[in-house]
């Protein structure tokens, strides 16, 4: 029997309902997007994209290793400013390497469900990050994904590799202008992290109300390789579902996901999923969630297949208001002997004695909240550049949060 | 001499319980008081109910602080007004620094300077309290009275599970927050101090010292004196030997 064409596989899953999340009725929204131009540098995008930019944590005028700005459906700028990193656009790349056939679609399923039945059959966007063999960058690559049409279907496709030795930090953020009320967006994205490679992936959203959003994101970690993710979610947003699968293939591969939410509304359905399938491979997933309303789903799936596999959840969540609501599902699957599996998991209020101590120094009680909020958001990352670690403590640390 | 705080006939209680019964006491601007007394007598209670913490509930009587009642004034309200307070057992902060918290507490705070006084450096960028052995506890919270600068401080044992030379640390800390180099005519900010064992005393001044039995004060005067007497007789003997009835 022939293997379907991923379009085959996409056309069957067209209608097909997503596990865990909302369902989106992808009709009510536009698929075709008005085309922008391409600008040579970062520095000449409209003032408009690079403050929402900005707003995610993205100078793309800083110290950067390169930089990737996609406007709706467009990829605007595609640069590498350091001869270890390639940055192209996805549709670019795939002209030109025949090789990523190999990659393209082999860690997230085109008839996964709907959403990724809906990028496979459009034209591809998104980026294509390569960090070469044995190269260690420092900066981080940039990123922005750009959604800034009313009602738009914004689907991208990414493919980040890191061959053998090499470092990279990538930094993404993903936003919609004030004037944009609605819109959906998907992003497949598919990492490759080598033999001995490092790489640190952090992505910070920043949507409109009546946004929906539906990443699809599979990982594969070579011997010796690690990954740190972190994902941060402090403005409103409609709809969100992620559960990026990552999977421990090689010898003492290490994955650790980092997730900070601070909730006012809608249905944020996130967490992380990790297969520990090789020898001395270890996971750690944390995530912090404080709600002041909304429904927060926090889900958190280890799998250990194998003797000696280390992994660690820890769930914990700070509901401030009656409006809200934190689900904290953590998962913990052993299928093997000598497994060190754990998690913790706790849902709760601001703690009394914590809110006497700072009022006692003068803080009024709102005050004190935000400060605790901060703090208990403040998530220390590992394995970041100490710039990227600022820049992200920034973006936790700038919100005016307020207690109920 | 200016009375900074006085407690008229206070009773306190906590979930239902009276702990303080018609407590009175006076504390003029410039004096530092050390109280004693066996523990459950009512010391820490006598200072989360002058802090404010809500739990603590004024039966009766009432707190003046500079001229005004702040009986049931909110805790911040007190602390703007000139209360601190260093805690026994505090609480860590996760995700707040220590020097971040110094200019919250006061932005025209010299953290590095604060910091050096008590020999606490390493400790700036360490969450507040986390992970902090007790001696550090008790420097931590020097630290951020140092930066508050209160005009009325009050200290819970803050020699308990501190080593000697922390323990001189610490009381040159307290001597400078209550202004022990000024002449006695020129000091404004007061202090009360809970002490077990008087060990601080060997390293801070107080002026005045009383004996806590049961609720009320049963004995009050010259803080060597009184110690003296509670290590030679004990609390209740102190108490008929130097306040006989």
Known sequence: ?404 | MVRLLEIDDLSVSIGGKQVLKNFNLRIGSGETHALFGPNGTGKTTLLNAIAGIPRYTVDQGRIIFKGKDITYMSMDERARLGIGMAFQRPPAIRGLKLKDLIKIINPHADAATILRTMDFEAFGDRDVNRGFSGGEVKRSEMVQLLAQQPDLVMLDEPDSGVDLENIKLIGSAINQLTQKDKRPSSRNKSGIIITHFGHILEYMKADRAHVMLGGSIVCSGNPGEILDQIKRNGYEGCAACLCPA
């Open chain 1, 1 to 404: 029997m022939p293997v379907p064409s991923i379009e085959e596989r996409a056309e069957r899953a067209r209608e097909k309902k997503a596990l865990y999340g909302t369902d989106v009725n992808l009709e009510s929204y536009e698929s075709e997007a008005r085309a922008h131009e391409a600008v040579e540098r970062a520095e000449e995008l409209p003032g408009e994209v690079k403050k929402a930019a900005l707003d995610v944590g993205v100078k793309l005028d800083a110290e950067a290793s390169g930089a990737y700005v996609q406007m709706d459906q467009s990829p605007v700028v595609a640069k590498s400013l350091y001869e270890g990193v390639e940055i192209m656009d996805i549709a670019s790349a795939l002209k030109k390497y025949d090789f990523l056939q190999d990659y393209w679609w082999k860690l997230v399923a085109p008839d996964a469900d709907k959403y990724t039945s809906d990028v496979a059959a459009s034209p591809p966007a998104g980026y294509f990050i390569r960090a070469k063999k044995g190269m260690k960058t420092v900066f981080p690559v940039k990123s922005c994904l750009y959604l800034g049409s009313t009602n738009l279907n914004q689907r991208v496709h990414n493919i980040v590799i890191a061959e053998e030795g090499s470092e990279l930090h990538v930094i993404t953020g993903c936003t919609t202008p004030a004037h944009v009320q609605r819109g959906l967006h998907i992003g497949v994205s598919e990492f490759f992290i080598q033999k001995n490679a490092h790489v640190s992936f952090t992505m910070i959203h920043s949507w409109g109300k009546e946004v929906e959003v539906r990443p699809r994101t599979g990982i594969t970690i070579a011997e010796g390789g690690s990954l740190s993710n972190n994902y941060i979610l402090m403005r409103p947003v409609k709809t969100i579902q992620t559960f990026p699968t990552a999977t421990l293939a090689g010898r003492g591969a290490v994955a650790s996901f980092n997730t900070v939410i601070y909730s006012t509304m809608g249905n944020i359905d996130v967490g992380s999923n990790v297969y520990l399938n090789a020898p001395e491979t270890s996971a750690e997933s944390i995530s912090r969630v404080v709600s002041m309303g909304g429904e927060v789903i926090a889900r958190g799936r280890m799998t250990g297949t194998v003797p000696g596999a280390r992994a660690h959840l820890e769930c914990v969540g700070l509901l401030l208001s009656d409006k809200g609501r934190i689900y904290s599902i953590p998962e913990l699957d052993g299928r093997s002997r000598d497994l060190d599996m754990s998690h913790e998991a706790a849902v709760g209020r601001i703690s009394e004695e914590e809110l006497e101590y700072l009022m006692a120094r003068g803080l009024s009680s709102e005050e004190a909240t935000s400060v605790i909020v901060r703090g208990f958001l403040d998530v220390e990352i590992k394995g970041l550049p100490e710039e990227l670690r600022a820049e992200i403590r920034s973006i936790t640390q700038r919100e005016e949060l307020k207690g109920s």
